[in-house]
T-cell receptor, first 113, second 111 residues
Framework: GDSVTQMEGPVTLSEEAFLTINCTYTATGYPSLFWYVQYPGEGLQLLLKATKADDKGSNKGFEATYRKETTSFHLEKGSVQVSDSAVYFCALTINNAGNMLTFGGGTRLMVKP | EAEVAQSPRYKITEKSQAVAFWCDPISGHATLYWYRQILGQGPELLVQFQDESVVDDSQLPKDRFSAERLKGVDSTLKIQPAELGDSAMYLC?????????FGPGTRLTVL
């Protein structure tokens, strides 16, 4: 079946540090890939997405590139802020298969001033 | 900006009681999803509707859980009877194409 594996957290960084959260996937079909962010007590918000190989999704300084050869979709940001502290979820959906999302376990990011 | 609405935001109940959660998707979104998120884990799909029809409920524990979307708009998820292991966040999402928009969730605590 389809699955998503993320690096375990928490990830603790100082403000302005470089962020990488690793995400790899296995998929039975051709997936679209997503990163969602969840702030404390809230639902999930779409952060960025990529729908085909070599696409780069970007938003609010975050980036992730769809790498089919390594089945990866790592999240990066050049300079994190305290306000980026949240839980980040990598997810996939198989195109033309009902659009059900399969999520990774989430990675908690803590940014200290 | 249109949002997915859910209520209640928090629910505390005792085991063996019945609970119900409500979701109002973004207007015009035909597809509606219910996910369960156990603390510290990613969400898992419980049921997916296309208009008023169930598309996928393979992960819904049908002995105690039920879901309906009678008029193809808002939806209700019910648990009867609740068990301690049902404590989780219940998330509703809706989509028009392939992007899902999530509501704030209902946090259920079963005592």
């Amino acid at each position: 079946g389809d699955s998503v594996t993320q690096m375990e957290g928490p990830v603790t960084l100082s403000e302005e540090a470089f962020l990488t959260i690793n995400c790899t996937y296995t998929a039975t079909g051709y997936p679209s890939l997503f990163w969602y962010v969840q702030y404390p007590g809230e639902g999930l918000q779409l952060l960025l997405k990529a729908t085909k190989a070599d696409d780069k999704g970007s938003n609010k300084g975050f980036e992730a590139t769809y790498r089919k050869e390594t089945t990866s979709f790592h999240l990066e940001k050049g300079s994190v802020q305290v306000s980026d502290s949240a839980v980040y979820f990598c997810a996939l959906t198989i195109n033309n298969a009902g659009n059900m999302l399969t999520f990774g376990g989430g990675t908690r990011l803590m940014v200290k001033p | 900006e249109a949002e997915v609405a859910q209520s209640p935001r928090y629910k505390i109940t005792e085991k063996s009681q019945a609970v119900a959660f409500w979701c109002d998707p973004i207007s015009g979104h035909a597809t509606l999803y219910w996910y369960r998120q156990i603390l510290g884990q990613g969400p898992e799909l419980l049921v997916q509707f296309q208009d008023e029809s169930v598309v996928d409920d393979s992960q819904l524990p049908k002995d105690r859980f039920s879901a309906e979307r009678l008029k193809g708009v808002d939806s209700t998820l019910k648990i009867q009877p609740a068990e301690l292991g049902d404590s989780a966040m219940y998330l509703c999402a809706s989509s028009l194409f392939n992007e899902q928009f999530f509501g704030p969730g209902t946090r259920l605590t079963v005592l």
